[in-house]
């Protein structure tokens, strides 16, 4: 049994790999020459240079494989230049689908994000709600636009695809919005809180990586949607989990919608000037993301995928403890760009 993976270097991705190395299965990985490929390389997987952008890398190495999981993106809710996230994530994501179909690949899984709902009028919605009429930042367009692709080579040309739709995702060794959030907050590097009660729903990454597993395994599911997430929490009780579990106070300070908007527009007008991220974070679409929340559920992943969650303060204590130990640096100023490409 062979396996395809894109975006293995990325958060969710090196979790995936990890649970996959204790089979027997032969991974393969895509990754570019700029990768960080060392822990890859300590599974002792196969490693293809390659982009999602360069469908010659992905025929090739999808060539003779069994199963594909697609994980490339670019997650990051501030770039310098937008059209990135369009050429990753909506056409990266056409050409994973449309290589698999041309090497005849028996399954997909497609990992895409429950922000693609936006704000449904399902509360809390699951994963066939009708989705909502905006997404809240150019990352969930942008996906959703993927989304559409795969699902029409599905309905059209047969595409054998299964797609997994994680909710805010926390663990240990995370660089991303979440991780940089929490550590900006154990490091009392932000002046107040905003958005305490804003209400989102939350999930181990090893939970995510095993749904994509199990969704991978389970027989006869092609044509299945599965939301990855369980806890639904505000700010407020995550930034108060953060500080019992760091030992560190939280900003006496609790900025209004209205002002931390304001200021997110001000912060991201001033990063497209200097090409450098918003300061704490403070991107007009991941505030907005914050500001707008989401409900939702993963009960099908817990019953048809017979998965347990891991509750939410054990994720926060492996993140704070792997902050500690220097896994990810705590030397942040600023909210990063970055992609699991």
């Not at 993927?146 to 663990?171: H, N, Q, R, S």
């Not at 900003?251 to 991220?277: D, Q, V």
């Amino acid at each position: 049994m062979k396996i395809f993976i894109t975006g293995a270097t990325g958060f969710i991705g090196t979790h995936v790999v990890k649970r996959l190395s204790q089979t027997k299965r032969e991974l393969c990985c895509l990754v570019r020459k700029t990768s960080h490929i060392g822990e890859l390389e300590k599974l002792g997987v196969t490693l293809i240079t390659g982009d999602v952008t360069n469908k010659d890398s992905l025929l090739e190495g999808m060539r003779w494989c069994d199963w594909v999981i697609n994980l490339a993106n670019i997650y990051t809710f501030w770039e310098p230049t937008k059209q990135i996230y369009t050429h990753v994530n909506t056409g990266g994501t056409r050409n994973v689908m449309e290589s698999a179909l041309e090497t005849g690949v028996p399954k997909v899984v497609h990992v895409s994000t429950a922000g693609i709902y936006g704000k449904p009028a399902d509360c809390p919605f699951t994963e066939e709600s009708p989705v909502g009429p905006v997404r809240f930042s150019e990352y969930f367009r942008t996906k959703y636009e993927g989304d559409l692709i795969a699902w029409e080579l599905y309905e059209k040309k047969g595409l054998p695809l299964v797609m997994v739709y994680p909710t805010g995702v926390l663990g240990p060794g995370d660089p991303k919005a979440s991780g940089q959030y929490i550590q900006n907050l154990i490091l009392r590097r932000l002046p107040a809180t905003v958005f305490n009660d804003s209400i989102f729903t939350f999930v181990h990454v090893r939970d995510v990586a095993e749904i994509i597993v199990r969704a991978l395994e389970k027989e006869n599911n092609i044509g299945e949607k599965y939301i990855a997430g369980k806890y639904q929490l505000s700010w407020g009780e995550i930034n108060k989990m953060v500080s019992e579990i760091s030992g560190v106070s939280l900003p006496k300070l609790r900025l209004p919608n209205f002002l931390a908007m304001l200021n997110a527009r001000l912060f991201t007008g001033l990063a497209s000037l200097i090409k450098k991220p918003p300061i704490w974070g403070m991107a007009t679409d991941q505030m907005r993301t914050m500001k707008e929340g989401a409900i939702c559920h993963g009960s099908k992943a817990e019953m048809e995928l017979t998965l347990a969650y891991t509750p939410i303060r054990v994720a926060l204590e492996e993140a704070i403890a792997s902050y500690q130990e220097g896994e990810v640096s705590l030397d942040i100023t600023e909210a990063s760009s970055g992609s699991d490409v």
